[in-house]
């Protein structure tokens, strides 16, 4: 784990000490050969988990999740080398150095065998996000953007620790491998009941569920493009792994206290997409359409079956990379024509050809086309959740009708139609630009052919 | 002061308050308390904008959809037609950059507020009549709830153009057209005008067209207000301030005919604050240019006009300030209250104001005797040396007046033939315009706001096809020259 741990934090340094026009390209290159560090942990060979150290372990869960946050970074250095080129030398590094330290308490968070590091960390990585979204971000609605990020997670996870340490002095460790065989089921009493709540409202308002969901499209929409990025692809995944590490702690007590968040997500679900429908703002449409996405791996989770738990890792890696592509995307088209409206940018494809090809390739992921792993991990949960109960067939099938119908307007109103006459001298794409794109679209369709790297711990 | 010095008390709180200097409650202004403490609460609560530090709502926006340069008739014509023509409600953010207002030097308010469709141009004739029906439901376009209804007082008294020998022809030809595109304009010989005017003298007149419906005046003021009104209400962002510079990026492209041009395209504006030195960049995606009279100022900002002259690059908008006047006289023995607008083929104009015997009118001046348009001081004297010996001539009774006052107003004088721009700029490809219409810009706005809104969403003129106004023709030198132009 240090191998990945001290290149990371040397990373910082490396910014700071660059030459002002090697700033990018060092540190571009150097995580790019972190994250194939971590691919080296995909290889699984055992039925137990990886354990590093006394602190750090990876299993089938969180080593593609791991593999995810170390492929964003360069992803997320690539993206923003035009907004922040106007910036002075200064800036530039301390940006790159928050996303650095982002992602140190990432990877810390999806290694770390200590429930109570890992609660740690979680509440580590808000700083660094926050400082992005309200110096970076675009408007003044940033401020606002971030205090309903910040106050939402807060209020969710301080539950948690009290949670977490009431269960440290009940158990008597908090070291998760430990724990899984230690654990007694918990009957149903109030006080119970309570400590189910605390353990899981901190995730449900990561995640988001959908009555929390307020902080997500603010906080995606006002970040800056590396912002939308991390938020999009890994912090809201925290969530949901989070989540499953939690659940092994507090059966059979699950099996009641889910149905009202089952009810919720799944209601939500359908909700969301169809705010979707209605959206103008494109960033918008694609922070709701992650809230819906979400929604399904909270019923996964939920429902704790061995093939929902598949279907929830698999929905959370291909949703990352498939949402981040989105704002990618989005942010393009935002730095040409500044504005975030659909409706004034029309028609981009007689124009921007080669980035049609990757609008198309990015929506069609979205909606789940086979043989993505989008695909395989919507069908799951929906398989697992029709043998919970037969009746959330209709929802989901609702759900996905929906999903596809979004994911086809989006494609549309920018891709087709008559353009509009002000975007006809707009910059043709950067090579960087379409490098950022395939490099989203490389690991998904790859992926597709070897999916059960992704599908988790119980396949 | 009393009341400011007690509301600053009980501002302070309990300390204001344990003081207790008030007696009679009747002075504490209880509505105002309570609406304060909502304003800082709702200030505090993430609910709207925060500004931890000091109070900027002043400034515009960091971001804007669309950016209005000029908040007169025109601009605000065109933002109530983009927020009526925007598909999904509410999808784009409009701000209107307005420096003054009170609007001391805008032409809409100084204008004399008439609306005819008597023009040679069928394009023009086309704008006038969906003008003059806006204008007439104007309570179904521009209705906001709660509010009173608009009453901008449309006389419909018609205009009356007179023409010389000379010039019968061409009215001829004009009322023809303007008889093909739906207005209802009668010609009338001399004899049938003494009939109807008896107090005009045709002499030296060989033919008049007299419009029967749909022309006449109205209040601009009004006009202006209800526009404003509902563009408030239907969400666009106004900001007092003025545009001072444009940030733009370039693109360096050659043509089909090899010749190289430079494309640009405006992502900033800054708007300079009024009376201070602060400037708020907005970053926009398309800027309008509704600033009337200063339109070519706003263009060469952008950086339209900038090259060798006689290529596309050094086209300038060819959009200047001409001062005109209006004076106000009372005439106890002039015409009653059916005289129409009455044009001179001199150029002389005249109209009723109002029911008590005064009368609206000037005349344009001739090139040579232009006035200086650097402020708006009137020249009684051209009042006696140049309109009142043509009134005189032509209606006998205006030989003993009063001047009541007088005004002066600027055209937005397009030099080139006098008729709108409208539509995208060929290179500033995010820049549209909505100017230049030299004196029949208030009669035209509502049909041209709509045309300019089709063109933004759209990309074409979808109900009246405007494209001979369109930039472009400065550099192919084609001229839509209209001949009725007071």
Known sequence: ?459 | MLRRALLLGLGRGPLGRGLGTHRGGSTLDWDGKVSEIKKKIQSILPGGTWDPLYDTSYLPPERADVVIVGGGVLGLSVAYWLKKLEKPRGAIRVLVVERDHTYSRASTVLSVGGIRQQFSVPENVQLSLFSIDFLRNINEYLAVVDDPPLDIQFNPSGYLLLASEKGAAIMENNVKVQRQEGAKVSLMSPEQLRNKFPWINTEGVALASYGMEQEGWFDPWSLLQGLRRKVQSMGVLFCHGEVTRFVSSSNHVETASGEKVNLKRIHEVHVKIDQSLEYQPVECAIVINAAGAWSGQVAELAGIGKGPPGTLQGTKLPVELRKRYVYLWHCPQGPGLETPFVIDPSGTYFRREGLGQNYLGGCSPTEEEEPDPGNLEVDHDFFQDRVWPTLAQRVPAFESLKVRSAWAGYYDYNTFDQNGVVGPHPLVLNMYFATGFSGHGLQQAPAVGRAVAEMVLEGHFKTINLSSFLFSRFYLGEKVQEHNII
């Open chain 1, 1 to 459: 784990m240090l191998k990945i741990i001290i290149p990371t934090t040397m990373l910082i340094p490396l910014t700071w000490l660059s030459k002002p026009n090697m700033i990018w390209i060092n540190s571009t290159t150097h995580s790019l050969l972190i994250s194939l560090i971590s691919l080296s942990y995909l290889n699984q060979f055992s039925d137990n988990s990886l354990n590093f150290s006394l602190l750090f372990f990876s299993d089938p869960l969180s080593a593609p999740l791991l593999a995810l946050t170390t492929w964003l970074l360069p992803l997320m250095l690539t993206a923003s080398q035009n907004h922040l080129s106007k910036e002075t030398i200064a800036r530039k590094k301390l940006y790159i150095t928050m996303l650095t330290l982002l992602q140190l308490f990432l990877i810390m968070t999806f290694t770390a065998t200590e429930l109570i590091m890992f609660y740690i960390l979680f509440e580590a990585t808000l700083a660094p996000t926050l400082i992005i979204i309200t110096r970076w971000g675009n408007q003044t609605e940033r401020l606002n953007a971030g205090l309903y990020f910040l106050f939402y997670t807060l209020v969710g996870s301080l539950p948690l620790l009290i949670a977490l340490l009431y269960i440290q002095n009940t158990t008597g460790s908090l070291n998760f491998l430990i724990a899984q065989y230690w654990v007694k089921p918990i009957s149903t009493t109030w006080s119970n009941i309570f400590l189910w709540l605390a353990c899981m409202m901190a995730f449900m308002v990561k995640m988001p569920l959908y009555g929390l969901h307020l902080w997500l499209p603010k906080a995606h929409v006002e970040a800056p493009i590396a912002g939308s990025m991390v938020l999009a692809a890994v912090l809201l995944k925290l969530g949901g792994y989070g989540m499953m590490r939690i659940t092994v702690l507090l059966n059979p007590l699950t099996g009641q206290m889910a149905y009202p968040f089952l009810m919720l997500s799944l209601w939500g679900m359908i909700m969301t997409s169809s705010i979707c429908l209605r959206q103008t703002d494109l960033k918008s449409l694609i922070a709701y359409s992650s809230v819906s996405h979400m929604a399904l791996v909270i019923v996964a989770v939920l429902i704790q079956t061995p093939w929902s738990y598949m279907g929830a890792t698999a929905l959370m890696i291909a949703h990352g990379l498939t949402s981040s592509m989105l704002f990618c995307l989005a942010n393009s088209n935002y730095e040409r024509v500044h504005s975030r409206t659909m409706i004034l940018a029309r028609g981009l494809q007689t124009l921007l050809p080669l980035m049609a090809a990757w609008w198309l390739l990015a929506s069609l992921a979205n909606l789940a086309l086979p043989p993505t792993i989008n695909l395989l991990g919507e069908l799951f949960v929906m398989m697992a959740s029709f043998s919970w109960s037969n009746t959330t067939i209709a929802l989901m099938g609702t759900n996905i009708i929906i999903t596809a119908l979004y994911s086809l307007y989006m494609l549309i109103t920018t891709l087709r139609g008559k353009q509009t006459d002000h975007v006809k001298n707009i910059k043709p794409s950067f090579t960087r630009e379409n490098a950022l794109m395939a490099l989203h679209l490389l690991p998904l369709l790859l992926l597709s052919l070897n999916p059960k790297i992704v599908l988790g711990p119980i396949h």
